[in-house]
């Protein structure tokens, strides 16, 4: 769990080949989100917590060194402020939310990756800039490999604005097509009031590729 915010603490998704060639795909997917974070105003300090689900198709390139996936969601939240009186609101909101995601090998041990999402339902926005070299493991003849790296992350609406930059370590299954990440740094957090708060993060992530199995 990650004491941020986004779509950090829990984000499970699926994707689903509909056409597949060797350079080009269409695919289906839909993704699970759990969307929280304080706003503050002149009244007190709001908490937003916003769980969503999104399903809709995307066009992935690819070539050998590249992977190029870009498509349109229909996403639908349910959003709770709890205001600084104790009293909470809820409003469903619903809309297109454009997703896209590049991967480049830049070496056989060097990934450079980005990913960026906006919402028009809240108008949120979330990307992710980030760089990973395997340390271990080169000739990829062992079951396991050690990797380090570092990224930087934006996000934010009209409520917040966040950067937060730090670095990596991850541990990749190779066999089993799995992978564990951890994650620290720090974070810069803006509210509309102009007030800025500064802390550290830790974070964790688990990636699963079903499809290999």
């Known amino acids: 769990v990650q004491p941020s915010y986004g779509f950090n603490l829990n984000s499970p ?37 916003s769980p969503g ?15 190029l996936t870009l498509g349109p969601s229909y996403e639908v939240r ?6 600084p009186s104790g009293q909470i609101t809820q ?26 999402s906006y919402e028009n339902s ?12 395997q340390i271990t493991n080169p000739r990829f003849t062992r079951p396991h ?14 409520q917040i604005v966040v950067y937060e930059g730090g670095g990596l370590f991850e541990i990749a299954f190779l066999r089993e097509h799995a992978s564990v990440s951890f994650r620290g740094g720090y974070s810069r957090e803006q509210y509309p009031n ?10 964790a992530g ?3 590729d079903f499809r290999r199995r």
């Open 194 to 203: 102009y007030e800025v708060n500064t802390a550290p993060y830790l974070g």
């Open 122 to 133: 809240n108008g949120y926005l979330w990307s992710r800039f980030g760089v990973v070299h």
């Open 206 to 208: 688990l990636y699963f």
């Open 13 to 49: 998704s699926s994707v689903q080949g509909v056409v597949s060639t060797p350079a080009c795909s269409i695919l289906l997917r839909g993704s699970a989100s759990y969307l929280y974070y304080p706003t503050s105003d002149a009244s007190g300090i709001t908490q937003v917590t």
């Open 91 to 116: 409003t469903l909101e619903h809309g297109i939310m454009g997703q896209g995601d590049a991967h480049f090998q830049a070496t056989p041990l060097t990934n450079v990756n980005g990913i960026i």
């Open 78 to 83: 349910w959003t709770h402020d709890k205001l």
């Open 53 to 67: 689900v999104s399903w809709g198709g995307a066009l992935r390139l690819q070539t050998r060194r590249l992977t």
């Open 145 to 158: 490999a050690l990797s380090i790296g570092g990224e930087f992350t934006a996000q934010g609406n009209n």
